[in-house]
């Protein structure tokens, strides 16, 4: 008995030694096991910015990815057995447990960083923003005298002059005409007659807004670099589809553009400073859009020549014809128009010179006769009407061929506005909000033609004086 009491003392260690090891080992293998399915974390404590992100969690379902879920460029399509469908292989989407908010709820987000097998997923780029309005960056507004910045350099626009808006009184009475058709019988020893000035009946009241009209008209040098910029060619089509000008040919001897099939050039020297004529109303339009202005509208030119207020006047100097300050027929047909710097004795007020004869002046509005019968009384800016009833467009000022009668500033004549004529041109005008006009006085100083740089007209012959 002593000898069995002894020998399950001196065992006790043993078996307490077996319990041990047996209880270290279950729980290893225990900490393994959970180790291996992610459910114990061995490392450094997690740290609370870490912890805020909340934990990852594998969701493995049968649903395909959507397309935007993985990079195109490295997802690869999983192989499926024969006669089994694709959709039927699974794929794991992974999302992101953000931590519990306030009100005791997850919200969980697809994972924008990894897809199930890692590869980085590639973001679509963010649209930019839809512009609101039209885009004007590539046609910016035009300084007076200056070139616009996509434009040659040997196109160098007339000087603009600021003209201060206000109502004047548009059109002639019945007395002006009668005046106008008497002188012109006696004084011109012309022959005209009162339906001529008809379409200018009745006088009506218009209110023009602040614009600005160029001081000179278009020139030849200014014109013929416009046609070099357009290119090879463009005088045939390229304003508005239809024809830019007459070149000097057979047909059109009174036109002193020439095209040689690579340029254009001038075909007498004296007309470098002259207006241009023999150009059509879409030529004159695609000039003044293409330096990044326009063509005045009828009721714009008239005030610019008439004036406004105490200050109405039949010509742009006066209320009496000089034939020193204007280029007409009488009193004598000088053969042909003079610079566009010519006549200053003959400006308005505001420094515009040839207002009154030289060329006549293309502008924007279609010719009806009838329009100032049923124009609106009191109109602000009025453009005419929508359409010519004989397809014609208004030409202002008369000419170096006309009688003064067509050079009183309430004279209104037309013209197809496909058709070239020798004895029209025009001028350019531009909204003052979208210009910075040049003052009469810094104009003329800048050079007899108010030209702030020579333009490039190559290859021009040495002729000296204009044919008669």
């Not at 160098?156 to 058709?181: D, H, N, R």
């Not at 009721?299 to 610019?304: G, K, R």
């Not at 027929?329 to 710097?341: A, F, L, Q």
């Amino acid at each position: 008995m002593s000898s069995l009491r002894g020998r399950t003392r001196d065992s006790s260690w043993q078996w307490l030694l077996i319990g041990i090891v047996l209880g270290l080992g279950c729980s290893g293998v225990m900490c393994l096991a959970l180790y291996a399915v992610n459910y114990l974390h061995i490392g450094p404590p997690t740290t609370p910015d870490t912890a805020a992100l909340g934990t990852t969690v594998l969701v493995v379902t049968t649903t395909p990815l959507p397309a935007t879920a993985t990079s195109p460029a490295t997802a690869s399509p999983a192989p499926t057995k024969a006669g089994s469908s694709a959709n039927a292989a699974p794929t794991v989407t992974v999302f992101q447990v953000l931590p519990t908010t306030d009100s005791g709820t997850n919200v969980s987000v697809p994972n924008p960083t990894a897809t199930f097998d890692g590869t980085p997923i590639t973001s679509a780029p963010t649209p930019a923003p839809t512009k609101v309005g039209p885009d004007t960056s590539a046609n910016p507004p035009v300084s007076g005298g200056t070139t616009v910045a996509t434009l040659a350099p040997s196109i160098v626009p007339s000087p603009l002059i600021p003209l201060t808006g206000g109502s004047f009184t548009m059109g002639t009475t019945t007395k002006e005409m009668q005046q106008a058709v008497d002188d012109c019988a006696t004084r011109d020893k012309g022959h005209c007659d009162i339906n001529m000035a008809s379409d200018a009946f009745p006088p009506h009241q218009v209110y023009i807004n602040n614009f600005s009209l160029e001081q000179y008209e278009v020139s030849y040098d200014q014109y013929i670099a416009f046609l070099n910029y357009l290119g090879p060619s463009s005088h045939l089509k390229q304003c508005g589809g239809f024809p830019c000008a007459a070149m000097n040919d057979a047909s059109h001897q009174a036109s002193y553009i020439k095209f040689n099939g690579t340029q254009y050039t001038l075909t007498n020297a004296i007309y470098h400073n002259r207006p241009v004529a023999n150009v059509t109303w879409y030529g004159a339009d695609t000039y003044c859009k293409t330096i990044g202005r326009r063509l005045p509208s009828e009721a714009e030119w008239e005030y610019a020549a008439r004036g406004s207020g105490q200050s109405e006047r039949l010509y742009p100097w006066g209320n009496d014809w000089d034939p020193t300050k204007a280029r007409t027929s009488r009193p004598k047909n000088e053969g042909g128009p003079d610079t566009v710097d010519a006549f200053k004795t003959g400006s308005t007020p505001e420094g515009i010179l040839n207002l009154a004869g030289n060329v006549a002046e293309w502008v924007n509005d279609w010719y009806d006769p009838g329009y100032y019968k049923n124009v609106p009384p009191n109109g602000i800016d009025p453009t005419g009407p929508t359409s010519g009833s004989n397809g014609t467009k208004v030409a202002r000022g008369g000419s170096w061929d006309a009688l003064p009668f067509f050079a009183r500033a309430v004279q209104r004549q037309d013209f197809d506005p496909a058709g070239v004529f020798p004895a029209v041109g025009f001028r350019c005008a531009a909204d003052q909000n979208l210009s910075q006009p040049t003052s009469a006085a810094g104009a003329s100083s800048s050079g007899s033609s108010g030209q702030t740089q020579p333009l490039t007209v190559p290859d021009q012959p040495t002729e000296t004086s204009a044919p008669r």
